[in-house]
């Protein structure tokens, strides 16, 4: 299994994941040419894609969704609370390509199975994925104000995970957001925080030598840098050291991650 996170952050959203023969996009954030020049620098051809899916309706994750699907007459794929709430923005997509894929279901999809589980967004129903291919796992956590005992369990033993640090709590409240703005960032329905990444890690690291992407980062309200030394600290005050098996690693609002080859990783010791 390949993947590659295309953007990640408010301006826009894609994760590509490849298994075989089966080549999908997960969100469509960026505007259709955007999100084929970004396909086209990690060396993919975006007429060779299978489908898209879609974990919630807001515009940073479906923005190009009606453009791109039209254009390459792609199955889409969501919970039918998403169906029903598209923005108008993405226009008509035509209905034999679309397709339901409930709230905790799995779906194959030739070489790849996803299996999907709810989060916590202020969204109509939005839910994130697991990915896996013989016998390797890629885990998507972003777009949650809280992480639950099931997200959990999902994604716990994964080899690599997509997972949300979107801001700094000190900078977001000392920040130019109206408060209305900063409450709902700050809410069970918002954003995780760079702490609350680091919380929440502890519970899924397995010490299997995982990757993590911190993903979904504020261009207003963290660093990159900031990020990674808040979920850092937090391990290592808790034993689990950076930097050796385990890496931390950073993802982009305009470029794409290398496109990399999932290992599954050793068992837990």
């Known amino acids: 299994m390949k993947y590659s996170i ?3 952050g408010s301006t826009g959203n894609a994760l590509y994941v490849e298994a075989g023969a ?3 996009l997960v969100d469509a954030g960026l505007s ?22 879609v974990t919630h309706e807001h515009s940073d994750h479906v923005k190009g969704l009606g453009v791109f699907a039209r254009r390459y007459q792609l199955p889409v794929y969501m919970n039918e609370a998403t169906w029903a709430n598209l923005p108008s923005a993405v226009g008509e997509i035509p209905l034999k390509q679309q397709h339901v894929f409930a709230t905790s279901s799995c779906l194959e999809l030739a070489d790849l199975v996803v299996e999907s589980f709810p ?5 109509a129903e939005p839910m994130s994925f697991c990915f896996h291919h013989q ?3 890629l885990g998507l956590v972003t777009d949650t ?4 005992a099931r997200i959990v369990e999902k994604v716990k033993g994964c080899d690599a995970l997509v997972f949300e640090a979107n801001h700094d709590v000190n900078m977001l409240r000392m920040g130019a957001y109206p408060w209305n703005v900063k409450r709902r960032i700050l809410s069970d329905v918002g954003h995780l925080s760079n702490e609350d990444a680091g919380e929440a890690l502890l519970d899924i690291l397995q010490g299997r030598g995982e990757d993590i992407y911190l993903a979904h980062l504020s261009q207003d ?3 990159t840098e ?3 030394l808040t979920v850092k600290n937090v391990l290592e005050e808790q034993g689990i050291e950076v930097g050796g098996d385990l890496q931390l690693r950073e993802t982009h609002p305009d470029r794409p991650t290398p496109l990399v080859t999932i290992e599954r990783k050793r068992q837990l010791l």
């Not at 989060?119 to 969204?123: K, L, T, Y």
């Not at 104000?145 to 639950?148: A, E, L, P, Q, S």
């Open 145 to 148: 104000g809280y992480i639950n």
């Open 32 to 53: 259709g040419k955007r999100l084929e020049k970004l396909l086209t620098t990690i060396g993919v051809d975006p007429s060779t894609l299978s489908s898209i899916l």
């Open 119 to 123: 989060i916590s967004h202020d969204a």
């Open 135 to 137: 016998g390797a796992r």
């Open 22 to 24: 089966t080549r999908i």
């Open 221 to 223: 309200n963290n660093l």
């Open 226 to 228: 900031l990020a990674q």
């Open 6 to 8: 295309l953007a990640s």
